[in-house]
């Protein structure tokens, strides 16, 4: 009776969800406290019901119980332990109760703290944010239950895919669903106020954490995974603008614009329509994804090919929420909140120019990866849009931001000094001019690497002069506000991505060989030997091992067979260090060959990749610290408010 009870659960938290938003949004329209109280009880009641719920199907799969269909589908017994608890959201309808809730668990501490915001905004966000809740488990319980029995039960299960048996994949999913449900928050947010016809500080005080979380999430889930794919795939690279991709990027743009224009809302009032409009579409962007994967219309090993109808569900969510919130916007934003002037020169127009940048970004995305699904829809034809495309469109468009990104700190809000910025910046630009001419002339390198690294530089060089000029001295810099240290560390890790990416495209090298034990190949100024092959035994795999040596240094690499699913998989050795990664991947034995075998082993130079995961991670090391600014802010604000009311 677990599963049924998991069932039930399930089933009253879509009534309790429904029940949240009806009060929400009645408390709002009543400006009933009880009502608003009542509300974020239901809120926070329903986190601890889908918890549960979540427990149960946990449960299932550790006890790998097959009369249930997702755990038959998707585990077996001979699974470790930690890729059986992964199976729970490594498949769509374990996947979409765990989306279900982490939109409940959002809406209990929306519920919680509501941030400064007025008693009747902020009830109307729970409200709207209990409807997200409420539809999202209309859709898991009546089209993808995780708890739909099998009868008769199978003997055996049919496993987890293994390319996704990997400590990267078991988080990977989790935090993508953070970052695409947390941008489910701003656009209560935005619906709320565009209800209540007024955007104040406080309103966009109140986003900017929600929009941190997701932005901070999707950051560390897209950095996962394209690490994933990296050392996993076995094709030696780390990006491929496969259509997945890009659904979890085009959210991650659109989180970065509405961060920094809720930035502008809050310190000068200024932007609101268009922080309004960003936090509408990130949640549509969310959605947008949310479709592409788990429709069927994208054949990719991230995506669920599913039953279409559940497709259309999603269409139809996506077309309810999105084209309501955009009605509700062409209504009511004319009400809202006047703009505060500022001149060309100022703080301000610089946030606007990066705004603008992030969006002509996010489209080009969208029509590279819509585009192909359409023309098919319409004429039959199958067409490609691949890596080509995005670093012809997307790669000037980001270099143009990316020159942007380190003025704005320089200058002042509502009238800045640029010869006062540039007195600064010339440095950086000094140091960038002279990263271009070293990889034209002495690299040898492509004009476009030559433009990549030089943003790089001027970037990350940028952050360093604002941090001196902050500072002042080296005694001064650890005094510094953990304010500054946010943004710098984010800023800075937009550079050293930059550079690592540059010169990663540019300057790569891959060969193929054919070899027998015992042999060696010359390869980037290295001798590779592959001194033996092996099968060995996993917990649920066979592998074939290679032994490699590397200029005395062993390395090994891997061929695995899961028989239970019938697939293979790649396992490559990598030997890596600050200039880059020697990256190994083993192939299948030469087809009709005589005497033994010869391997094929393809050999990848990677240079300054590890760049590219470091530079992420600083960009997710500013957005914590960023967090962590804003939860003293409002904790200080707390304290202030307390002092100040009578006893």
């Not at 996962?224 to 094709?235: H, M, N, P, V």
């Not at 990664?581 to 393809?602: F, K, M, N, Q």
């Not at 500013?622 to 967090?627: E, Q, R, T, V």
């Amino acid at each position: 009776m677990t599963a049924e009870l998991g069932g039930f659960l399930l089933a009253l938290s879509l009534v309790m969800a429904f029940v949240q938003g009806g009060l929400g949004l009645a408390a709002g329209w009543r400006r009933d406290e009880g009502l608003a109280a009542a509300a974020a009880g239901v809120a926070q009641s329903n986190a601890i019901v889908l918890l549960a719920a979540f427990a149960i199907l946990v449960s299932l799969f550790l006890r790998t119980d097959y009369s249930v269909a997702v755990v038959a589908a998707n585990s077996h017994v001979a699974k470790p332990l930690l890729y059986k608890i992964a199976g729970t959201w490594g498949n769509h309808e374990g996947s979409m109760l765990l989306w279900c809730l982490v939109s409940a668990t959002f809406a209990a501490l929306l519920a919680s703290f509501p941030g400064g915001m007025g008693r009747t905004l902020w009830s109307r966000a729970v409200g709207v944010q209990g409807v997200v809740t409420g539809v999202a488990i209309a859709y898991t319980l009546f089209l993808s239950s995780p708890f739909a029995r099998l009868d008769p039960a199978p003997l055996t299960g049919k496993d987890l895919n293994p390319l996704l048996q990997d400590p990267a994949l078991a988080i990977h999913p989790p935090m993508l669903y953070l970052g695409y449900v947390g941008l489910s928050v701003p656009f209560s947010l935005a619906i709320a106020a565009l209800v209540e016809g007024k955007i104040d500080s406080a309103w966009a005080r109140a986003l900017r954490p929600w929009t941190l979380v997701a932005w901070v999430t999707l950051t560390i889930g897209i950095t996962i995974g394209s690490y994933w794919a990296y050392y996993e795939l076995g094709w030696g690279g780390w990006w491929f603008w496969d259509p997945v991709e890009n659904a979890s990027f085009m959210p991650w743009l659109a989180a970065a614009a509405l961060l920094h224009s809720a930035i502008v809302t809050e310190r000068r009032g200024s932007l609101a329509s268009w922080t309004i409009l960003l936090a509408i579409m990130g949640f549509g962007l969310a959605l947008l994804g949310t479709f592409l994967v788990r429709s069927g219309v994208l054949t990719s090993v991230h995506a669920f090919a599913v039953d279409p109808k559940r497709g259309y569900a999603i269409l139809a969510m996506l077309a309810f929420f999105v084209g309501g919130g955009f009605a509700l916007y062409a209504w009511r934003a004319p009400r809202l909140s006047e703009p505060s002037g500022f001149l060309l020169v100022s703080r301000e127009s610089a946030l606007v120019a990066n705004n603008v940048g992030f969006a002509v970004a996010t489209g080009t995305v969208l029509i590279g990866t819509l585009y192909p699904l359409m023309l098919e829809a319409v004429t039959g034809r199958l067409i490609s849009v691949g890596p080509p495309f995005f670093n012809i469109t997307f790669g000037p468009l980001m270099a143009l931001l990316f020159i942007a990104l380190p003025i704005a700190p320089f200058l002042a809000w509502r009238r800045g000094d640029m010869k006062e910025a540039w007195r600064w910046l010339q440095w950086s630009a000094y140091a960038a001019a002279g990263m271009a001419v070293v990889t034209l002339a002495l690299l040898r390198g492509p004009f476009w690497s030559a433009v990549g690294i030089a943003v790089g530089v001027w970037v990350l060089v940028g952050a360093l002069l604002y941090a001196w000029k902050r500072a002042g001295s080296f005694a001064r810099i650890a005094a510094l506000p953990l304010a500054f240290w946010a943004m710098t560390a984010a800023h800075a890790g937009a550079g050293v991505f930059t550079i690592g990416a540059a010169v990663e495209m540019s300057f790569r090298k891959e060969e193929a060989a054919q070899m027998l034990p015992g042999q060696s190949v010359d390869f980037v100024g290295r001798r590779i030997t592959l001194a033996d092959i092996s099968t060995v035994e996993g917990p649920n795999y066979t592998a074939q091992r290679a032994d490699f040596r590397v200029d005395g240094r062993a390395l090994t690499a891997e061929r695995r067979f899961y028989s239970v699913s019938g697939m293979p998989t790649t396992e490559v050795g990598i030997l890596g260090d600050v200039t880059g990664d020697l990256y190994i991947a083993l192939g299948a034995p030469a087809e009709g060959s005589v005497g033994p075998a010869a391997w094929t082993v393809r050999l990848y130079w990677n240079p300054l990749v590890h760049w590219i995961f470091a530079g992420a991670g600083l960009m997710a090391l500013g957005g914590a610290l960023g967090l962590v600014v804003l939860a003293r802010r409002s904790r200080r604000r707390v304290v202030a408010a307390e002092e100040a009311s009578p006893a």
